[in-house]
């Protein structure tokens, strides 16, 4: 099944919104605080970026764009697997971010390579006749 960008935008989104959830369940410590701020930017860069890279007016800033959101989807990962192996919440409230986090840096690394493969010419290359 295919995912479309508007699909995607929304997945991104509520990621981000589950994401906010689960912080307010963070201890109020230095290294609960410190997570959070860390995971609060790379979540709610992936949405914004993938939005922007949505509106791209080239395949070459539509790429380079996605890369970024790649980049910050497996960042989110990181700082969710810091939380789940801190045992910083309980591994029931961050299991299923874990797996979207997981997923949607599969899809958009996918989209990252895609979009930075060399397209075929169009352009044919005809003889001219004399």
Not at 39 to 65: D, H, I, M, P, Q
Not at 79 to 94: A, F, R, S, T
């Amino acid at each position: 099944m295919s995912t479309t960008s508007e699909e995607l935008k929304q997945r991104a989104k509520q990621f981000g919104l589950r994401i906010l959830i689960l912080l307010n369940n963070l201890p109020n410590t230095i290294g609960g605080r410190a997570v959070a701020n860390q995971l609060v930017r790379s979540v709610t860069s992936v949405g914004a970026n993938y939005r922007a890279a949505c509106r791209a007016r080239s395949r070459a800033e539509f790429a380079s764009k996605i890369g970024t959101v790649a980049e910050e989807a497996d960042e989110s990962l990181y700082w969710l697997e810091v939380i789940d192996q801190g045992k910083l919440v309980p591994h029931q409230k961050v299991a299923s971010l874990l797996k979207e986090a997981d997923e949607l840096t599969a899809i958009f690394t996918s989209a990252r390579r895609s979009a930075s493969q060399p397209q075929p010419s169009t352009i044919k290359n005809q003889k001219s006749h004399s």
